[in-house]
């Protein structure tokens, strides 16, 4: 795959003539490309578009009420803990 200033090219992924087909006018659009659900590449790119720079919320703060409560989650395959600190804090 190639990538662009750390960030991957969706044209290196996929036929952008699919993924323009897309965005047509609902009567001569299509829907995503095969390659959108098959293709590890593709959900890289995914991973990378929705998630790289946002926060992303994986549980609720009531779920671990006491101190040293923890709670394990799992987001696109990345192991992850919430930890109820000495300080009340998440």
Same mark, same amino acid.
């Given at each position: 795959? #190639?990538?662009?200033?750390?960030?991957?090219?969706?044209?290196? *992924? /996929?036929? %952008?003539?699919?993924?323009?087909? #897309? %965005?047509? +006018? *609902?009567?001569?659009? @299509?829907? /995503? +490309?095969?390659?959108?659900?098959? &293709?590890?590449?593709? %959900?890289?790119?995914?991973?990378?578009?929705?998630? $790289?720079?946002?926060?992303?919320?994986? !549980? #609720?703060? &009531? $779920?671990? &009420? &006491? =101190? !040293?409560?923890?709670?394990? @989650?799992?987001?696109?395959? =990345?192991? %992850?803990?919430?930890?109820?600190?000495?300080?009340?804090?998440?």
């Amino acid at each position: 795959m #190639v990538k662009n200033k750390d960030k991957y090219l969706l044209s290196a *992924i /996929l036929d %952008l003539r699919k993924i323009k087909a #897309v %965005l047509k +006018p *609902i009567e001569e659009a @299509h829907g /995503l +490309p095969n390659e959108c659900y098959t &293709s590890n590449e593709y %959900l890289k790119f995914e991973r990378d578009k929705i998630f $790289s720079d946002k926060w992303t919320v994986i !549980g #609720v703060g &009531s $779920s671990i &009420s &006491s =101190i !040293g409560d923890a709670k394990p @989650h799992e987001l696109l395959g =990345i192991p %992850l803990i919430m930890i109820r600190g000495k300080d009340q804090e998440i």
